[in-house]
């Protein structure tokens, strides 16, 4: 069985039941979520030996979040425990034009205060095929992002497949520091995930001829975006996401895999959309996935992009479906029509 690590913060997620706005719910539903968590879980619905690593509070809610891991069958032996509080989010879903909200509530969780000498990574590495990591962790805090470099190193040494999602968040930090910090840790990783803006955020990069906007991305600018990427940090693939959209409730979505010096583009899905947040990483869970599983790249991109389509049609920020399901749409039936 292939064994993956992830590494990130997991959060209370609060949310107004279905799509009411925050100032009129009197009630909040909660799950537990994060970017790499929910990589975590994708990959551990395909069958994959999935770990995360975080640092948690001892008290009930940091028990609640790590008892959102093991229902869904994640490893979370290499859960540090300690520190007062877990990170907090809030999320209000938008419906038509009017655009979801998130508000984070995070500042000094107990991850983002640990030491980096806390994590011993040859230990939590050992036995594994994957690690994987987005811009978020780094930009949680300074020693966060030394954790992340040593995460790394070991797993280079190791002869680790590293995976990373830029995932830039201008809430956490700015681009300037973004650029500095993640260039630092570029070298070191294998495959690099991005959306349609994280690569001008961070690197400065632009796609020619597109407009995220207006919902205008150009496929071969995004072509041009990814070799650039693959010549500066020397990535063996780079993946990224292409959402339109046409409104909160309706995108259309499909994604790019830049490898070997070819371009391989995803069926393109219009979807309805039931709940958005964690789209990203479920295309990340899927990609890594494919990969491990040694899938063509076409295979690959067509498997990920199925699999996050699935996702939207989801409550909460997991993406609980299983590999049957992601390979049945990504062979084309897409009708939805009841399984008996």
Not at 48 to 71: M, S, W, Y
Not at 90 to 96: N, R, T, W
Not at 155 to 162: E, L, P, Q, S
């Amino acid at each position: 069985m292939k064994r993956a690590v992830c590494f990130g913060e997991i959060m209370l997620r609060l949310n107004p039941p279905g799509f009411r706005r925050f100032v009129q719910t009197d009630s909040f539903e909660a799950t537990y979520a994060g970017g790499e968590a929910n990589v975590a879980v994708s990959l551990a619905q395909y069958g994959v030996d999935a770990a995360f690593v975080t640092k948690l509070p001892e008290h009930e809610i940091g028990q609640c979040a790590l008892n959102a891991l093991r229902r869904y069958g994640v490893d979370t032996r290499g859960i540090l425990r300690g520190g007062s509080r877990i990170g907090v989010y809030f999320v209000e879903k938008g419906a038509s034009q009017r655009a979801s909200k998130v508000i984070y509530d995070r500042e000094s969780s107990a991850v983002a205060q640990a030491n980096p000498e806390e994590f011993r990574w040859p230990d939590l590495l050992q036995g594994a095929d994957w690690f994987h990591f987005t811009g978020i962790t780094p930009a949680l805090s300074d020693s966060l992002a030394a954790a992340c470099l040593e995460a790394v190193q070991t797993a280079k040494n190791m002869g680790i497949r590293v995976s990373c999602d830029l995932n830039y968040r201008k809430k956490l930090w700015s681009r300037e520091k973004a650029g500095k910090v993640m260039a630092e840790l570029m070298p070191y990783v294998d495959v690099c995930i991005a959306n349609e803006e994280d690569a001008a955020d961070v690197f400065g990069i632009h796609a020619q001829n597109s407009d995220i906007e207006s919902g205008v991305l150009d496929q071969q600018g995004y072509t041009m975006v990814a070799e650039q990427l693959a010549q500066q940090f020397g990535f063996k693939a780079v993946a990224i996401t292409l959402r339109e959209s046409l409104s909160a409730s309706d995108n259309r979505w499909g994604a790019m895999l830049y490898q070997g010096g070819q371009a391989y583009l995803s069926r393109k899905y219009t979807m309805h959309i039931v709940d958005r947040v964690g789209g990203g990483d479920s295309f990340g869970g899927g990609l890594i996935y494919a990969l491990l599983m040694d899938y063509a790249p076409q295979e690959a991109v067509d498997f990920a992009v199925a699999a996050s389509c699935l996702k939207h049609s989801i409550e909460g920020d997991y993406n609980l479906i299983t590999r049957q399901e992601a390979a049945h749409l990504a062979a084309g039936d897409a009708s939805g029509r009841v399984q008996r």
